[in-house]
């Protein structure tokens, strides 16, 4: 039986069910990307001509409350009464045309702090406030939930110590299954570096956070940098359907990490804030340009509700970026896109450079052969090219200059031995042999030291390697090449044997070696009063020498991590 109402003005209450908060913070954020929502609502906080704005982050717990807790206060203008009302109305904005918002759909805070924790406190205050009142709300997800109701009473109270801005505090993390741990932490810091790098850059936005590493250990976050070829990169400014896209695009240098996993391509921007990672659009991704970064800056092209992706179907995406394939989901066809035409003439530069490069590599592996020019010179004109911090010509040029000084002074390589025979008389640990020493690789040096002679000022490295010299031979050797110390252990002497740690007796080898060379480039007596005073100094410039590679490699092992950590959040 068809049921007949009695009224045709009947209308449908359709008020959400007191769970919607609870389910909207399922929504699958991860930690960083939660956090990163209340600092868009802090950074559309800014108070006018004031910069930058200050962040701070902090962890719980502390020596007052046990509970775990996680404290993100800003120093912007803060809420009046009515704007924290509004502030947990579901999909409320102030301004929906004001286009420099971040804020754009009004659920990120509520979301966001769901997300992490079942209770969060926001409090409050404006920064014209004159009667130092600040504002508290707290959302208790159980007694929401029990109450039935949408409605939670705000707190009024005068507190002068209470800066103007604002705080919120997450808690109950259990119920949310958050765990808050010094890599998690970690990756936070490495992302919002990327995400919010342009603001730091411009000076707009500074945060600062705990790390978890000691208590009170604090780390300001830096923007990410890239290194390009030649430090240079190419402006981008064009339009898409009246849209304005912005950016940048460059080659990154050579062994830059985490090439071979794809991390390279654009990062996407909108209103300055990373919303895209190594996206691979209007350009081929293929080897030839695996070397390609850059920026995109796309603030009025359609993004998604919460701010983790665009909207890729849109008719203004697909003209920047080309016609989706549907033999390859999520692909492109890169060449119909407007982004592809302004990228031609870019990559044409840098085929053109890659070619010129690998000209000027053949005439200096050439010369090797047909000039006489010595290894080490080869080595130290390859690594320039390597490293691109200079013009393919200018290697060149150079490589000239040497042949033609090989030509007017005779073989280079009679020097260096001269200057091994040199060391036999002024070194007794020296022996002289007459091998090649060109095929030591001095391009990691152990040691590296500067002396200032007549005026001069002339840096010398120190290398380390080991060799059979038999059983007879002496402990250590030295040779040189120009001004490249080589400390040759003998792994024949009968003292490796008895040793158990090998690596500390190559250690007193090359800090031995050094305090001699020390006191022969210096012109001292040989004594044993200078002995141990060069000694002393040694050690301390060694040991603070090792700590600096150390924390060096620890730096790089963190960035490669990091990009691992890039691939596998977008």
Known sequence: MTEIHKSQNEFFDITPDVHLIQSMGQKGYKFWQAISELIDNALDARIPGKSPLLLLIKFGPDNVQKKKWIEIRDEGRGMTYDELEKAMKLAYVRNRKDEKKLGKFG??????????????????????????????????EAKFIKAGKWELKPNREVDKNFKHGTLIRIEEFDERGTSIYQNKVSRMIDMFSLQYGPYIEQGVLRIITDTLKKKGSEIVVKPYKYELVNDKREELNFSVRGKKVTGWVGFVKAGHTGLSKGFFGF???????????????????????????????????????????????????????????????????????????????????????????RAVAKKVKDAVETENIPMRIARELNHKLKTELVKPEEIEKEL???INKLKKDGEIKNEILDNLKSFKSEVPKVIEEKEDIEKYDLTTPIFDLSITRDGNKEKYMFHHKTKSFGIQGSEFEIKRDGNNFIVITNTDHPLLSECED???????????????????????????????????????????????????LEIEKKQKELENEFSSEF
């Open 400 to 402: 000239i200059i040497n």
């Open 502 to 552: 090998l690596n500390f007796l190559y250690t007193l080898h090359k800090v031995e070696a050094i305090i001699l060379k020390i006191i022969q480039l210096k012109d001292e007596k040989d004594t044993i009063e200078n002995y141990f005073t060069r000694r002393d100094q040694v050690w301390r410039e060694f040991i603070k020498q090792q700590r600096a590679k150390r924390t060096k």
């Open 267 to 357: 990062n996407l921007f909108w209103r300055n804030r990373l919303v895209g990672l190594h996206k691979k659009i209007g350009f081929r991704p293929h080897a030839e340009n695996w070397r390609l970064v850059g920026e995109l800056h796309l603030d009025d092209f359609p993004i998604t509700n919460d701010k983790r992706d665009f909207i890729w179907n849109h008719n203004d995406m697909t003209a920047l970026v080309g016609e989706e394939k549907s033999d390859d989901e999520g692909s492109f066809d890169y060449r119909h896109g407007a982004l592809f035409k302004e990228l031609e003439l870019t990559l044409d530069k840098f085929e053109k450079y890659k070619k010129e490069r």
């Open 107 to 140: 659920l990120g805070l509520k979301t966001a702090a769901s997300s992490l924790g079942a209770k969060f406190t926001i409090k409050t205050k404006h920064y014209e406030n004159k009667n130092d009142e600040v504002f508290t709300l707290i959302y208790d």
